[in-house]
């Protein structure tokens, strides 16, 4: 059935498809935030380099959103993808290993292995579907060198309680450890609790614009360091020019005023998935492993249907306009058993998906 490469067959048809294969974030972007950047753009600010270290102001919001007072330092970068590049680069060596998930945000492992590290997958595609302190404790050796805790977990939605966070810091403090923490998705929890909270000088942030304010193409991210690390950090990063400056601004203006769209986004963020859910307790044979999502997205399994989720992905794509993600771009282990849903998207898209999802399962079996 495969016509071509999916991201060309959907990029060619953009408006039309239902983007639900990547945690992009389509909900409408607040017009304060819009309005910010459109002047950035008729004042030419575009025509002079941002500040090495980000537009004046962009980094105490930052530090700001996240509660951080004395001792930390940021490093805006393109997306978080560029900052995990630089971290892994700065931070590692040929013969350290990284205790990681699988299922995981993969393109972070690749560069731990480019760096020559290890990354030490834990299988999470079982009940409590994240890391357990236990399993940690075992998979950590001599060469351990950063714990990375993406939390909550792309793509399954799990997130850490205080309890648990505290334990996984204490094993960080008691093995000499980096606390790589990913908070990504970190607006979309129901709860969630950093990890500076008890080991502020082993903890790296890896923060993104991309998910909560929908600013995945703007490409803006950062990492929030201890200021001991600020050095290293800086000294590996690929952009002493910075980054992109009318995503700076918008960045600025969200974080100043996250109040005033963040509660919306997160109700149509919530609704779209209970959507989901309704239409997945109907289909027989398919569950969610977690709900509800601490994130944007959720995995659906689909293993009891006998199906390939390449498949589903694809005629979900190819003959209903509706993108979503196989597992195996999420998992080395339990690729095959699910996809993963986005649901930042528009109500009338997720009601598609809801409706053409038992219709594609029933074509294929
Ligand atoms: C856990 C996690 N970290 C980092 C990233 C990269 O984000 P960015 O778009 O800011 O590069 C993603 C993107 O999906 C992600 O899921």
Redesign the pocket.
């Known amino acids: 059935m495969k016509k071509e490469d999916p991201f060309v067959y959907a990029h060619e048809r953009e408006q039309k498809i239902v983007w639900m294969s990547q945690?992009t974030n389509q909900i409408e972007t607040s017009p304060e935030i819009i309005k910010a950047m459109k002047e950035a753009l008729e004042e030419g600010k575009y025509n002079l380099y941002p500040h090495r270290d980000g537009i004046l102001g962009l980094k105490q919001a930052l530090l700001d959103d996240l509660g951080l007072k004395d001792g930390f330092d940021a490093l805006i970068t393109n997306?978080?993808?560029e900052g995990?590049y630089t971290l892994t680069r700065a931070m590692l060596e040929e013969g350290d290993n990284v205790i990681a998930s699988d299922p995981s945000?993969m393109p972070?492992h690749h560069q731990i292995e480019l760096s020559g590290a290890e990354p030490r997958e834990i299988d999470v595609y079982k009940d409590p579907y994240k890391l357990r302190v236990e399993e940690i404790e075992e998979a950590v050796d001599k060469n351990t060198k950063m714990i990375l805790l993406?939390d909550p977990l792309?793509p399954l939605g799990s997130s850490y309680s205080k309890k648990e966070v505290k334990q996984i810091s204490q094993i960080a403090e008691d093995n000499d450890l980096l606390l790589i923490h990913?908070i990504?998705y970190r607006d979309f929890a129901y709860e969630h609790t950093l990890a500076s909270e008890f080991v502020p000088e082993r903890t790296i942030f890896?923060y993104?614009?991309?998910k909560n304010v929908g600013f995945?193409g703007m490409r803006l991210?950062a990492l929030v360091m201890p200021k001991e690390y600020s050095d290293i950090l800086h000294r590996y990063r690929t952009n002493v020019l910075s980054a992109n400056v009318i995503a700076q601004v918008g960045a600025k203006k969200a974080l100043e005023t996250k109040d005033g769209w963040l509660p919306d986004m997160l109700k149509r963020s919530r609704k779209n998935q209970a959507i989901i859910k309704e239409a997945v307790d109907k289909i027989p044979d398919i569950s969610l492993p977690v709900y509800p999502s601490n994130t944007n997205m959720f995995v659906i399994d689909v293993e009891k249907t006998g199906l390939d989720p390449q498949e589903i992905q694809e005629k979900l794509l190819y003959e209903h306009d509706v993108f979503v993600r196989g597992g195996n771009y999420l998992s080395k282990t339990a690729g095959d058993k699910f996809i993963r849903i986005s649901f930042t998207v528009s109500e009338e898209g997720t009601r598609k998906f809801a409706e053409r999802l038992p219709m594609v399962l029933d074509d294929l079996r």
């Open positions: 945690n997306g978080a993808i995990t945000f972070i993406i792309n990913d990504t890896v993104s614009f991309s995945a991210g």
